[in-house]
């Protein structure tokens, strides 16, 4: 079995890319008719909607929507890319601004997403399967907080829902070398 | 499909905070002679940290899996809309020669329908529910492959088989909240608390789930509290007379048991 490409979000695979030069994605198909931020669940909580996001990208002016902490706000839930009428892939567009921020050190404003996206990665890499409790512990540590809910997250464990045994690991040898592989492309 | 074994992949909730899910899960497709066979050395799938961070582990850490699977058989079959979502794309980046399912997809196939109104003990007739399938399991369709993406019909052809009153809503595939309820809590609630109240509003006893991201946001963060938010698996499990569900409902934070005894479910 063979990988075709990095990726359907594959942005900065080399140093030289834009986001708008990226297959699939087609950011300069946007006729702004703002489909995209009608039906986002956090448009409001972002200070630049998915339309100007895209708008930007496609002006060649992504420096500004690298550093819109907004853009870590995306559930993505795919609605945007699935409504767009010109099949701009916007949630593909967002990924790959939030891809390239990360590589490039963007600190974004409010940094709790990015925290919580390493701390999960951490985790895959040190166990190979997600463990809750060791990924609150490591958001916590990324972070430097707790995580929002703590007084929820102690009834989850006080129901058994976030088990405490220590995790096992499986496959991390084989997933640090993807890990690797990962970094040095 | 006619289906009696079939490669499975869990992924992490469901051997974690969802447990239930999977055995409820494993319950019912045994029930119906259904072999689900757990993956060896299965890996997570990478969620959205993956493609949010970087674009090769978006695929590649998915793709471990389907690699793995090719061994199997044809098909792996995830009950995680999120773990099946990031499957799925791997499957259409890689030269894989695995079809990635949702366990939904085997249980509303007519084969599975026809088992299921067969094996039917407990009609589910008294109870009202909504079904809600989250973002996905459908979305967007050149992933998913789905036609009905914006009012998908799957879990309520399930949830009609066995007899429950599924009422019609506007709100199937709007999003919880997803993977952000650690980092923002604050937006996790204000999207799951509506979706919650939006399914009161549909007359609805409870809210049927095929994710358990989109389980767990809805269970742990309404401001209203007492709707239960429950697998469309253990349901099944009700209505086939299936033992053992009474663990089940301990790990729910809003208990179901009250309104599923009320509908004679129980």
């Not at chain 2, 695929?59 to 793995?68: D, F, K, M, T, Y």
Request: net charge positive.
């Amino acid at each position: 079995m063979t990988v075709k490409r990095a990726g359907s979000t594959s942005a900065c695979v080399l140093p030289a890319d834009r986001v708008r030069g990226v297959e699939g994605l087609d950011p300069e198909l946007c006729f702004a008719c703002r489909k995209c931020s009608a039906g986002c669940p956090v448009a409001d909580d972002m200070e630049l909607a998915p339309h100007q996001l895209v708008r930007l990208v496609a002006a060649g002016l992504e420096e500004e929507a690298l550093h819109s902490s907004g853009i870590w706000l995306c559930t993505s839930c795919q609605t945007c890319t699935t409504r767009c009428p010109n099949g701009v892939d916007v949630a593909g567009v967002i990924d790959a601004l939030k891809q390239r921020a990360a590589a490039s050190g963007v600190k974004p404003a409010d940094g709790r997403v990015l925290a919580f996206y390493r701390a999960f990665l951490d985790e895959v890499r040190a166990h190979g399967r997600v463990h809750e409790m060791a990924l609150i512990a490591r958001y916590s540590l990324r972070a430097r907080r707790l995580p929002g809910d703590i007084r929820l997250g102690a009834r989850m464990v006080q129901k058994g829902k976030i088990p405490l045994g220590l995790p096992k690991k499986v496959a991390t040898g084989e997933l640090r070398r993807l890990f690797e592989r990962a970094k040095g492309r | 499909m006619t289906v009696t074994a079939v490669s499975y992949y869990p992924g992490c909730s469901l051997h974690g905070m969802s447990r239930e899910y999977d055995a409820s899960t494993r319950a019912v497709y045994g029930a119906l002679g259904i072999d689900l066979r757990e993956l060896a050395g299965w890996t997570c799938c990478g969620a959205s940290a993956g493609h949010s961070l970087d674009p090769a582990l978006a695929v590649a850490l998915a793709a471990r899996n389907l690699e793995l699977a090719e061994a199997e058989g044809d098909h792996l079959v995830a009950p995680c809309a999120a773990c099946y979502h990031r499957l799925k794309v791997a499957e259409k980046e890689s030269s894989s020669r695995v079809t990635v399912l949702h366990a939904l997809d085997i249980a509303s196939s007519s084969e599975t329908l026809d088992r299921l109104r067969e094996s039917l003990r407990r009609p589910l007739s008294g109870l009202k529910v909504v079904c809600y399938y989250g973002c996905l399991l459908v979305r967007p369709p050149e992933v998913t492959g789905r036609a009905d993406y914006e009012d998908p019909q799957s879990m309520d052809q399930v949830m009609s088989a066995v007899g429950a009153d599924v009422r019609s809503w506007s709100f199937k595939t709007d999003c919880c909240g997803a993977g952000l309820a650690v980092a923002r809590p604050d937006v996790v609630r204000r999207l799951s608390s509506r979706l919650v109240e939006m399914a009161r509003e549909a007359g609805a006893d409870c809210i049927v789930t095929a994710c358990p991201l989109c389980q767990t946001n809805l269970d742990t963060r309404q401001y209203s509290r007492g709707l239960p938010v429950m697998y469309f698996t253990e349901l099944l499990a009700c209505a086939l007379g299936l033992e053992g569900t009474e663990s089940w409902w301990r790990r729910h934070m809003v208990n179901p048991v009250p309104v599923l005894t009320k509908a004679g479910v129980l």
